[in-house]
Nanobody
Framework: EVQLQASGGGLVQAGGSLRLSCAAS????????IGWFRQTPGKDLEGVSC????????YHTASVKGRFTISSDNATNMVYLQMKDLKPEDTAVYYC??????????????????WGQGTQVTVSS
């Protein structure tokens, strides 16, 4: 059974940092990619960052480039999203999700077949 568990969210002031974690299990790690998505009420789900667990290729959406870094530890089946210089507009529920699609970097949420439960990130101004 595929399971994803996101954690690490919280309340932080603008300019601060947080690290989100995604504990993954139930699939062949190096044949998949993990994506981080976020959603605020009334808005569409937005792809933030993704990483291929086999070759390590990483992609970030433009609004977080230079501030967010995605990484993985294949030995422990963990994926991390290090977020720095946080802004109020980063406030959202963050989800990790898994895909075996070769076009994972397009952040098409329908290509991600299993999702974690989400973790709230709130950035105060």
């Amino acid at each position: 059974e595929v399971q994803l568990q996101a954690s690490g969210g919280g309340l932080v002031q603008a300019g601060g940092s947080l690290r989100l974690s995604c504990a993954a299990s139930g699939f062949t790690f190096d044949a998949h990619a993990i994506g981080w998505f976020r959603q605020t009420p009334g808005k569409d789900l937005e792809g933030v960052s993704c990483i291929h667990l086999g070759d390590g290729r990483k992609y970030h959406t433009a609004s977080v480039k230079g501030r967010f870094t995605i990484s993985s530890d294949n030995a422990t089946n963990m994926v991390y999203l290090q977020m720095k210089d946080l802004k109020p507009e980063d406030t959202a529920v963050y989800y990790c999700a898994v895909t075996n699609s070769g076009t994972y970097y397009y952040f098409r949420n329908y290509e991600y077949y299993s999702w974690g439960q989400g973790t709230q990130v709130t950035v105060s101004s």
